[in-house]
């Protein structure tokens, strides 16, 4: 690319159109046959927002097939923006086929590969095989295509198209030798085997393959003969890797029970291979319960004797629950007086009281919870020494007993109640700051309350970054109110995205390169899980509400054109969202399943449909879009699911805004007047104070002073006029003003406390969460 | 009940309760994916089924991650253990040393035959020593300011907090136990001089 080649497309991304004008009419009066000019041309008129004349350009360019390229790549960026991903990828398949040379198709793979585009990832990948026939590698690429695409979740393909591709990927390798070939090789041809279900070849492959099988052949070559009922060849194998090679694996263990059994081997015989196994580990003695199970012998008294030598692990109430035994809640209760009478204070008897607890409170029916919280307290004073030896970053499992006491205390679910346990939990780490679990609840009890900095100061404690955003970003993002810092905070998440992008793009593309198969779908479905994630849209929502809120124009801008770009989607309502949220570390600790949880909001697919069609509605002037638009938005918000996804006052938020959208953003109509009306009984501060209380009415409020400024911009470049309308509007923001709202939640928790907590404390954290709620506080903003 | 299973990438979104251990070390998803595209074989995880009502569940209880460099010649070709963690409700069965020997498995023989498994651990980790002690490491050198924010130039200014031991166990391909010694702790070298 030259100099003045880069400087037009810079000047059109900047935003300079008269530069990008001139400069690019010089190129095309000079080079007029240069299909490269005018793909730039489109790129241009797409970039001025002339979509029509953009696409009716780019067609007549398509037409010509043209062959250059840099060509394709611009006219294929100009049909994504076109929301035509359909004409990109045809673009290059129709140059394909007109210009087979190798290196256009691997551009057009290399592409794909980019965009993780499994679909044509696949095809431009036959299409190179079948130019250059006979090339293993190139077979090789293509099979694993094939395979992909027809393990893909995410490609929404039906069953006969998947069978079919990997019946197609398992042709196209059909006259290689793999008993010599690499694990990787080996690994595709097998998977495809796998799935058109030829575990007969599986096998015989993999006994006679010359190299060492890693993990995944190990695997497949275990499935393969479970499946083929081959019981001998499964126990001799399963037995191998369990005693001479110490693959201490508790899958392999239930493949040699299940072989032992089908191969007659009667219950005492496999009970005592079992129990030969040195050393004996925790697996070992599951699989004597596990062969229990499927010989169909008695297991409670193997999981008594389980609980004998793991009662004092962390493991076993996770195990035993698993085998779900006759309760022994006598056994739990004796053994739990026996250490409380001893003087003895030791972490084995602290986890296995910690245990006791937790099998008495699944397994006791008439559970006195009052008795049962205080035995908790007092397990955890009376170990309390064990805090002071205990290496800082050592796991201490007494804290575990006060979270499961949180859980049964926040039935209630005031505010005044969660800042009660708030405290509790500040106390836990003031004596253990390491603890995360016990941290991380405590950010979600914050943030529940609208202490965002609170939140993120210990989300930041917990030194979440990276990947970890992906999943747990949610926690604080949901329920941040915009303040400077909170702005300053979700910028920086967002960062992570933009460096994951580039990063699984050269790698992808790597992984390619150095065939490695084996990780290559999960690569390509992570790009995809992050390209589309739930957590990545609301993040992006946020930041422009937060920007609009906060007058960072830049930054509006900059978020804003990111939506943009999936206007076709939104306005077809066939936006892709993919959900990764980890809504369980959170909770796993004491018994489980936990109930009892905050009524938090729970973003979801409709949520982010419905808040991009916002977004782009604000943007839109044109009636054609607006109308299909302003149906997208009222068809997410009238949907079933969206009712868990929005709080209670963003129901009515949205309500407001449908209205004004429908005023604004559409041509005057009957329905205007009434339109005004509406707006105009509900913008008073008396109504918000109806529809939002506690914790909900600082976030109305924040809902309320963006419905202003989104009134502001758009009433300003529309023609509709209301006095009414615009005197309400100035009357709410005064009455927000002058008000004294949160002041309330304030005063009702002035003189909260926690028993077992010493006053002090409690009276440090409760102005700590004072001054917080000062700092999210609405007034902030105006 | 722990079954091994090849790491994925998309494992880093369930990788939650062992992550969040303050002693374990998040990265940019670049560093594990280059992990996973050179030594596809030496990252591995370990995981675990439950069910609670009725909800069958398999959860990830920790991993290992390693890696194959060095030069030979130099007598420096070995396994490196670059991160191995578990979940503390996985703790003290044994795992971490399980997954340690499945990497020394994977390497002491073809294709890799290394001819040492090393491995950082800060000099406060002690837990982490007394792991790795039973499994036979010793250590061999301890690097100044490893885990400092800034390059240190004087190997004798130790200090605990940011200081590394360089932990070593003999493989079999070093027949004449060339690459470790028993005085590590006597040695200080910068970590300027670590890298291989
Ligand atoms: C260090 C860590 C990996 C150990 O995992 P683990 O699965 O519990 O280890 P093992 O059960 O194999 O322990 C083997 C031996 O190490 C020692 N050890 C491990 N954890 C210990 C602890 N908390 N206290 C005392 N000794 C401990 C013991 O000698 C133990 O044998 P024993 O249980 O028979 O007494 C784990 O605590 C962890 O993930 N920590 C956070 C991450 C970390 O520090 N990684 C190492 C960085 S180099």
Redesign the interface.
């Known amino acids: 690319m030259s100099e003045t080649d880069a400087s037009i497309l810079s000047a059109i991304d900047q935003g300079q159109f008269s530069l990008a004008q001139s400069l690019l009419s010089r190129k095309l009066k000079k080079f007029p046959n240069k299909s490269y000019y005018w793909a730039v041309n489109c790129y241009l008129l797409v970039s001025l927002g002339k979509h029509e004349e953009a696409l009716s350009q780019s067609n007549a360019l398509k037409e010509k097939v043209p062959s250059d390229p840099h060509a394709l790549e611009m006219l294929y960026k100009v049909f994504e923006l076109l929301g035509r991903p359909k004409d990109a990828n045809m673009i290059y398949e129709n140059a394909v086929k007109k210009y087979p040379s190798a290196d256009l198709i691997e551009c057009w793979f290399q592409l794909a590969v980019s965009k993780f585009d499994i679909k044509t990832m696949q095809k431009a990948a036959m299409a190179l095989q079948k130019h250059k026939k006979g090339d293993r590698k190139l077979a090789m690429r293509a099979a694993f295509c094939c395979l992909n695409l027809a393990l893909s979740k995410v490609c929404k393909i039906t069953e006969k198209e998947a069978t079919l591709y990997s019946n197609l990927g398992e042709k196209l390798l059909e006259l290689f030798d793999f008993v010599s070939g690499s ?1 990787q090789e080996v690994y595709v041809y097998c998977k495809l085997l796998k799935n058109n279900e030829k575990y007969q070849e599986i096998a015989l492959l993999l006994s006679s393959y010359e190299g ?1 099988l ?3 052949l190990q ?1 497949l070559y275990l499935d393969a003969l479970d499946k083929l009922e081959k019981w001998e060849e499964l126990y001799l194998l399963a037995k191998k890797l369990l005693f001479e ?8 263990w239930k493949y040699l029970i299940r072989a032992s059994k089908n191969t007659s081997r009667d219950y005492v015989e496999c009970q005592d291979l079992i129990s030969l196994h040195r ?1 004996s ?3 070992s003695q ?1 699989a004597a319960i ?1 062969a229990a199970k499927l010989y169909e012998k008695p297991v409670d008294a193997l999981i008594l004797n389980y609980y004998k030598n793991f009662s004092s ?3 076993c109430y ?2 035993i ?2 085998y ?1 035994p006759t309760p022994f809640i006598d056994k739990i209760k004796e053994t739990t007086s026996e250490i409380l009478a001893s003087s003895k204070v030791n972490t084995a008897s602290l986890i296995t009281l910690v245990n006791n607890q937790k099998f008495i409170q699944t397994w006791d029916d008439k559970l006195d919870k009052l008795a049962f919280i205080a035995a908790n307290w007092a397990i955890y004073h009376k170990f309390q020494p064990l805090l002071a030896e205990k ?1 800082e ?3 201490y499992s007494a804290n575990e007993l006060i979270l499961m006491n949180v859980v049964l205390s926040l039935e209630d679910k005031s505010a005044s109640n969660i800042v009660k346990n708030i405290i509790t939990l500040e106390h836990l780490l003031d004596k253990d700051p ?1 603890d ?1 679990k016990v941290r ?1 609840l405590l950010l979600h009890l914050y943030a529940s309350i609208n202490c965002d900095s609170l939140a993120v100061h210990n989300y930041n404690k ?7 955003h ?3 970003s949610h926690l604080i993002v949901d329920s941040m109110t915009p303040t400077k810092a909170n702005l300053q905070e979700l910028i920086n998440i967002y960062r992570f995205y933009l ?2 992008d580039g ?2 793009n ?2 992808v593309s ?2 390619f390169e ?1 065939e ?1 198969y ?2 290559l779908e ?2 390509t ?2 790009s995809i ?1 992050l390209k589309n994630s739930l957590s990545r849209y609301v993040l992006l929502l946020q930041l422009i509400k937060f920007c609009r809120i906060l007058n960072d124009h830049q930054y509006l801008n900059y978020f804003s054109r990111i939506v943009q770009e999936h206007e076709l989607e939104v306005s077809e309502g066939s936006l892709d969202v993919l959900d ?1 949220r ?1 809504y ?2 959170l909770w ?1 600790f004491g018994s ?2 936990n109930t009892s949880k905050l009524p938090t909001v729970k973003r979801g697919k409709e949520y982010v449909q419905l808040m991009c069609a916002k977004e782009l509605l604000i943007l839109e002037n044109d009636f054609t879009k607006t109308t299909k638009l302003i149906k997208q938005f009222n068809k997410a918000l009238n949907s079933e699911k969206i009712h868990d996804q929005l709080a209670q006052h963003e129901q009515w938020t949205f309500k407001l805004l449908l209205n004004l959208f429908k005023l604004f953003k559409q041509p005057p109509s009957k329905e205007s007047e009434a339109l005004v009306n509406f707006l105009v009984k509900n913008l008073k501060l008396e109504k918000i104070k109806l529809v939002a209380s506690g914790a909900g009415l600082n976030r109305c409020l924040f809902e309320v002073l963006e419905f202003i400024k989104i009134y502001e911009q758009i009433s300003r470049r529309n023609g509709f006029k209301s006095e009414i309308l615009l005197k309400a509007v100035a009357n709410v923001a005064q009455e927000i003003k002058n008000s004294k709202l949160t002041d309330l939640t304030l005063s009702e928790i002035d003189n909260v406390s926690a028993d077992d907590v010493p006053r002090e404390s409690a009276t440090e954290v409760v102005e700590m969460i004072k001054k917080s709620l000062k700092e999210s506080s609405y007034k902030k903003c105006i | 009940m722990t079954s091994i299973k090849p790491f994925q990438i998309e494992d880093l979104l369930d990788v939650n309760p062992v992550n969040l251990d303050p002693l374990t070390e998040s990265y940019n998803v670049q560093f594990y994916l280059e992990y996973l595209i050179q030594w596809p074989t030496l990252f591995f995880k370990s995981t675990e089924i439950s069910d609670f009502a009725n909800v069958e569940k398999r959860e990830i209880s920790g991993y290992m991650m390693g890696k194959a460099e060095g030069q030979l010649a130099k007598k420096e070709w070995h396994t490196h253990i670059t991160a191995v963690s578990v979940n503390s409700y996985y703790r003290r069965l044994g795992l971490a040393s399980h997954l340690c020997s499945e990497l020394e498995r994977l390497t002491k023989g073809p294709p890799y035959e290394t001819l040492f498994v090393d491995l950082f651990v800060k000099v406060t980790n002690t837990l982490a020593q007394q792991l790795y002690e039973k499994l036979g490491y010793s250590v061999y050198r301890r690097v100044v300011g490893y885990y400092g924010r800034t390059l240190p130039t004087d190997s004798s200014k130790i200090d605990d907090k940011i200081d590394a031991f360089d932990m070593r166990k003999l493989l079999p391909r070093d027949v004449n136990r060339e690459t470790v010694r028993a005085d590590g702790k006597n040695h200080n070298v910068l970590p300027q001089d670590v890298t291989f």
């Open positions: 694990t060492t890693d993990l995944d695997l090679v110490q693959f201490n694996d508790f899958d392999t050393p580990t925790r697996n599951l596990e692990k962390l493991c996770t195990d629950s698993y779900q290496v970053t050592d796991a390491q995360f991380l917990l030194r979440i970054k990276m990947f970890q992906e999943s747990l460096s994951a990063e699984l050269e790698s790597l992984a150095k490695v084996n990780k999960s690569f479905l992570f899980k990764n980890d369980t570390t796993s489980q399943p």
